[in-house]
């Protein structure tokens, strides 16, 4: 067989996926592990959401809704926007996908910031789109750089607001006066994976953003039931846009891309506030202890408005990977990301905060951090 590749999709590097659980404790012949290293809600998922995925296992041999008009209507009645400006994805990642898909063509420029998510550039390298990278400045996005390479062939910004990995979170002002200066050709998307964790004194509205305003550039907003909700294996997540926006992706999205158990699961976690103010609450106050008792062991936390947070180790970080995993706590390395010194943690549940916490004061002793 004499494979022809283009050469966009051959230079591809597939994002690389972390090994279950069991086959770690396998390979370092641990047992009981924790991992704190994907970002995901410690405390599971909503009762009510596993409740309601239950009612439907018996129809699973029918196809889901593919317009998830129920969860749409739900999702529009919480929000406060009208369904034609919802788009549904298999997760958040394919509402990124329905945009690169929608508006980037051979040739074509998006803008985003490294580091952040890596999808954002390997969608537009599959359409043969050409990647603009800005290095974050002290953390945060350099909206200064960023707003300095759009030319008449930049079709997409993306913005992960608050940043992963580093938590940071773009002051209203700033993000405001960098919209005002785009181009009404270009469409901003705020990934707002994390959105949730931020503090209610610190937040802001964004949702008017969206609104379809001549002479200004489109604004996408990206949200998940990953996080905040617990609903990680399920992959559901949306898209918060104008009407016009909306009715291209739909043109890309395939029919049935969000499955029946995912579609019934999201509706019914929508409605648990006890378990989402929970997370909140027990995220808040584990993050704050966390981060005490980081910088009590020498280490530098950074501040987050996420519910994980950067760690400098001082030393390197990938050692103190090694060291933590064979303790059976599994983290994050950020060398791969350029911090050769960074750790990047989500917060756990109280007993898997301790855990970290023992666990890493050991193995800075081990490296010679401490």
Known sequence: MKLHVPKNIDDITPYPPGKPIEELERE?????????????????PSPAAVDAMRTVL????RYPDGSCYYLNQALSEHIGVVPERIVLGNGSNEVIEFLVKAFVGEGDEVITSHP??????KFVQVRGGTNHVVELRDMYHDLDAIAGLVTDRTRL???????????????????????????DHVIVVLDEAYIDFVAEDECYDTIPLIDDVPGQCGVVLLRTFSKAYGLAGL???????NEEIAACLHKVRQPFNVNLVAQEGARAALGDDDFYRKTLRLTASGREYLSAEVERLGCTPYPS???????DVKGDATDLYEAMLRQGVIIRSMKAYGFDTFIRVNIGT?????RFLGALEKALQECGYA
């Not at 592990?33 to 410690?42: D, F, G, H, R, V």
Request: charged fraction near 15%.
């Open 235 to 241: 992959r559901v997540g949306f898209g918060l846009m």
């Open 157 to 183: 910004i993306f913005l992960d607001n608050p940043n992963n990995p580093t938590g940071t979170f773009l002051a209203r002002e700033s993000l405001d006066s960098f919209l005002a200066g785009m181009p």
């Open 58 to 61: 018996d129809n699973l041999h």
């Open 116 to 121: 952040s998510f890596l999808m954002y550039q």
């Open 28 to 44: 370092y012949n641990i047992s009981g592990s924790i991992k704190l290293a994907s970002n995901e809600n410690p405390f599971g």
């Open 305 to 311: 408005h996420t519910n994980f947070f950067l760690i």
């Open 350 to 354: 109280a007993e898997e905060n301790d």
